[in-house]
T-cell receptor
Framework: DQQVKQNSPSLSVQEGRISILNCDYT??????FLWYKKYPAEGPTFLIS?????DKNEDGRFTVFLNKSAKHLSLHIVPSQPGDSAVYFC???????????FGKGITLSVRP | EAGVVQSPRYKIIEKKQPVAFWCNPI?????LYWYLQNLGQGPELLIR????????DSQLPKDRFSAERLKGVDSTLKIQPAELGDSAVYLC???????????FGPGTRLLVL
């Protein structure tokens, strides 16, 4: 049972436009959410996170929005750049341990 | 500051052979994780260490997988014997402490023939 779902396997956007990557979760115990970015042949790199006490966190071109009632979060990248082309993983944690549960990832392609 | 170091980066073995992966976490990071990533999937936790103690190994297939973190720094993950289905990327991550942001190494890509 997938507790963190990234239902779209891929997304293609034009350089300079906004990229919106979506993530849904089912476990009500999750209280901290992270986005990781992964280039081929490299490990995931931490990008941005958000605690359940917030509904928005911004860091430069990256903003994560959290809708707890809908159990949904999204990552906005604006403006998108070709270097943003990578696989983006949504991850969540909460409860008694620090185990991260990852989604399957979404491949973002930013066209020049 | 150096990141998480893993070796080897790639490994090809025949089924039933043993294999070992090594991880050196970021200096000062007490928490160390081993993840398994299959193609098209997100990483899945195998084992978590707090210093030298394995505090969560519930997802580790103990019939063939073993891990250790002697002295609470470097860690090794071993598979003996390897099976075809073990072909995957094995990722190591570390964090200053439990619940803090995890930093991943580049992974070891294993192919079992």
């Amino acid at each position: 049972d997938q507790q963190v779902k990234q239902n779209s396997p891929s997304l293609s956007v034009q350089e300079g436009r906004i990229s919106i990557l979506n993530c849904d979760y089912t476990n009500s115990m999750f209280d901290y959410f992270l986005w990781y970015k992964k280039y081929p042949a490299e490990g995931p790199t931490f990008l941005i996170s958000i605690s359940s006490i917030k509904d928005k966190n911004e860091d430069g071109r990256f903003t994560v929005f959290l809708n707890k009632s809908a159990k949904h979060l999204s990552l906005h990248i604006v403006p998108s750049q070709p270097g943003d082309s990578a696989v983006y993983f949504c991850a969540a944690t909460g409860g008694a341990n620090s185990k991260l549960t990852f989604g399957k990832g979404i491949t973002l392609s930013v066209r020049p | 500051e150096a990141g998480v170091v893993q070796s080897p980066r790639y490994k090809i073995i025949e089924k039933k052979q043993p294999v070992a992966f090594w991880c050196n976490p970021i200096s000062g990071h007490n928490t160390l994780y081993w993840y398994l990533q299959n193609l098209g999937q997100g990483p899945e936790l195998l084992i978590r260490y707090e210093n030298e103690e394995a505090v969560d190994d519930s997802q580790l297939p103990k019939d063939r997988f073993s891990a250790e973190r002697l002295k609470g720094v470097d860690s090794t993950l071993k598979i003996q014997p390897a099976e075809l289905g073990d072909s995957a990327v094995y990722l190591c991550a570390s964090a200053p402490g439990s619940g803090e942001t995890q930093y991943f190494g580049p992974g070891t890509r294993l192919l079992v023939l």
